[in-house]
């Protein structure tokens, strides 16, 4: 797990993600803050759609931006719905989240709980996840 004061920041910066979220069809804003192994961090929101499956989650285009800066190995995403403590990165996300666990350890999640940041591994999100090994 990450130490206290790494997930207060990591946290704080996904809250302030989602008030950046375009979210007018939910109401209902996410953001995502995203550690890489270099220490670098990424955000992200909701980008929703008048097409409403067009719509991005937070987690997504923050993954998107890590990635698109060449990043690859991420150690820690923390996620915040101010309208839902406690909420976890929804199936499309943990699948897309899979891809970039980092090869030495795991990957850490961060929640926006009542009592703030709850930590859990991602594993305990997507057990026995279809990844790029299977594809070897
Ligand atoms: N949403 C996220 O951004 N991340 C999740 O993990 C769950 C759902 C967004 C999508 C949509 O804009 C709104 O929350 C309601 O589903």
């Known amino acids: 797990m990450l130490e206290r004061e790494l997930a207060e920041t990591l946290l704080a910066r996904a809250r302030a993600a ?5 979210a007018p ?8 803050a995203i550690l890489t192994e270099d ?8 980008i929703e ?8 989650c937070a987690e997504r285009t923050a993954a998107g931006a890590a990635v698109f800066a060449g990043k690859r190995e991420f150690r ?3 996620v915040s719905a101010p309208r839902a403590p406690g909420a ?5 996300c943990r ?5 970039f666990k980092p090869a030495r350890g795991e990957l850490i999640v961060i929640l926006d709980g009542p009592a703030g940041p709850e930590q859990m591994p ?3 999100l997507l057990p026995h996840a279809f990844g790029p090994r299977d594809l070897e």
């Open 49 to 56: 759609n008048a097409s409403y499956p067009v719509t991005m």
């Open 76 to 78: 820690a995403v923390a």
């Open 18 to 22: 989602a008030e950046r979220a375009y």
């Open 88 to 92: 976890t990165p929804c199936g499309a």
């Open 39 to 46: 220490g670098t961090i990424f955000e992200g929101a909701n």
């Open 95 to 99: 699948q897309l989240l899979n891809e």
């Open 122 to 124: 991602f594993s305990a």
């Open 25 to 32: 069809y939910s109401n209902f804003p996410v953001g995502a």
